[in-house]
């Protein structure tokens, strides 16, 4: 299965091993990193990485990880990621991050709507999810504009800095596809 996907100013290719060093940095950013995992530690972002450099399948049980690279520099600046729950039909989970950098010029919103075709259109998912911390308005704000829906709150759910916060789950049907 064709698994690029390619938008007017991205290329979003499956992770591959020479862009270790990019999500390692990444990965180890607090600016990036502050509502996923801020204490998250070089030895489990080496682990994860190498689950991510299989080949993906919509059957497979292993989160399918995009390589977001600018068309025009070629250089990266992200990365995306999407894991079926329950192969092939899903639902979808997704997950972003960006470069500090590249925050801020719609590049997210962009990944995020090759994505979601890829998975309702391609993949044939009914329903893509995403779980953000509680405080990550420029999540929630790109989440919205995409047309998901806040579905529950899980009370004091994540732990950061010794204190709890609440994971909110968002959802996107097929038929709500903007």
Known sequence: MQTELQTSRLILRQI????YSFFMSLNMMQEVMRYIDPERSEQKNAYLFEGYLPDWTPEARQTMMWSIEERESH??????????????????EIGY?????????????EAAK??????????????????????????????????????GVLRQQYRMADSWFDDLHYGLMRNELR
């Open 16 to 19: 591959k091993r020479q862009d």
């Open 75 to 92: 250089s990266l600046i992200g990365t995306f990621c999407a894991k079926l729950q329950n192969p092939p039909l899903g639902p979808a």
């Open 97 to 109: 991050r960006l470069h500090p950098g590249k925050q801020g010029h719609g590049y997210a919103r």
């Open 114 to 151: 090759a994505v979601l075709h890829f998975l309702f259109l391609t993949c044939r998912t009914h329903k893509v999810t995403a779980v953000v911390t509680e405080g990550n308005m420029a999540s929630i704000k790109l989440l919205e504009k995409l047309g998901f829906s806040l579905e």
